[in-house]
């Protein structure tokens, strides 16, 4: 059974950081893409950053600059580092694993869902 549990969410102020984690089990990790989505109130949800299976990073332009993903091997975890942060990036954050595809940013590609974690940055 895959299971992907994030962790690390919070309030903090604008200009701020925080890192979130995904611990990810019951998959091979070194053969997934694992990528970050993130859905804010009434708005669908969207492509944050992928650490693809072969080690490339990928970004949205809203997040290039500031956010940074990272795997921990040995405890197959994926890591968003989150710099400077703006209140436009308050959201709930997914972590999600994609099986050695090419479909990174888009939601559809992805075949396993974490719960989410909730990201608040005050203005």
């Known amino acids: 059974q895959v299971q992907l549990i994030e962790s690390g969410g919070g309030l903090v102020q604008a200009g701020g950081s925080l890192r979130l984690s995904c611990a990810a089990s019951?998959?091979?990790?070194?053969?997934?893409?694992m990528g970050w989505f993130r859905q804010a109130p009434g708005k669908e949800r969207e492509f944050v950053g992928v650490i693809t299976w072969t080690g490339s990073s990928i970004y949205a332009d809203s997040v290039k600059g500031r956010f940074t993903i990272t795997r921990g091997y040995a405890k197959n975890t994926v890591f968003l580092q989150m710099n400077s942060l703006k209140p436009e990036d308050t959201a709930v954050y997914y972590c999600a694993a994609e099986f050695r595809n090419t479909e990174w940013t888009s939601a559809k590609g992805y075949d396993y869902w974490g719960q989410g974690t909730q990201v608040t940055v005050s203005s």
């Open positions: 019951g998959l091979t990790f070194t053969d997934y893409s």
